[in-house]
């Protein structure tokens, strides 16, 4: 066992980021979706002859590396480094992956406004508007919005009485 072996397999949990399990494969799923995409749309993109469309899908097939390499690292064990990568991306915030997300699949449609970057981007930006979802946490429950409702109600009384100079 490698040293990279040994250090991924002994690392602790992961930080609670208040996603659930299934909205995290959620954004997994949407990655490896995202990466497809990209990649597909780029290499079809390349097949041109002008240069800003040439440059476009080659960022978009760069997208599709960076979202396999960031979600999926067992699909990229041909590269040395995608173990740490994968866990320097593991270790962000879902804001920060959002914002990253975001902006790499913006930058073709930028570079070169065409269907075919619109569309291959589009997965790999919903990946990134997933994560910004996760990063604005957990819905609350009913009970405890109705709870805060009527305390709020209730303060709104209290200064009414105040004001009008009504004893308390």
């Known amino acids: 066992m490698s040293t990279e072996e040994t250090a991924a397999a002994n690392k602790p949990a992961p930080e609670d980021d208040g996603m659930t399990w299934w909205y995290r494969w959620l954004c997994k799923i949407a990655g490896v979706l995202g990466g497809i995409s990209c990649a597909v749309s780029g290499v079809w993109n390349c097949v041109t002859v002008n240069p800003l469309n040439i440059a476009a899908g080659v960022w978009m097939v760069l997208n599709a590396f960076v979202l396999f390499l960031c979600e999926v690292p067992f699909c990229c064990q041909f590269v040395e480094f ?64 109705a709870r805060l409702q009527h305390q709020k109600q209730g303060d709104e009384e209290r200064a009414a009485g105040t004001a009008n100079g009504a004893p308390e």
Do not use: E, H
Request: proline share 3%.
């Open 82 to 145: 995608a173990n740490a990568v994968a866990a320097r991306a593991d270790k962000l915030k879902p804001w920060q992956k959002a914002f990253f997300y975001c902006g790499m699949a913006l930058f073709p449609v930028f570079l070169s406004f065409s269907f075919t970057t619109l569309f291959g981007n589009a997965i790999a930006f919903a990946t990134g508007v997933l994560y910004g979802l996760a990063s604005l946490g957990k819905k609350g429950d009913a009970v405890t919005y």
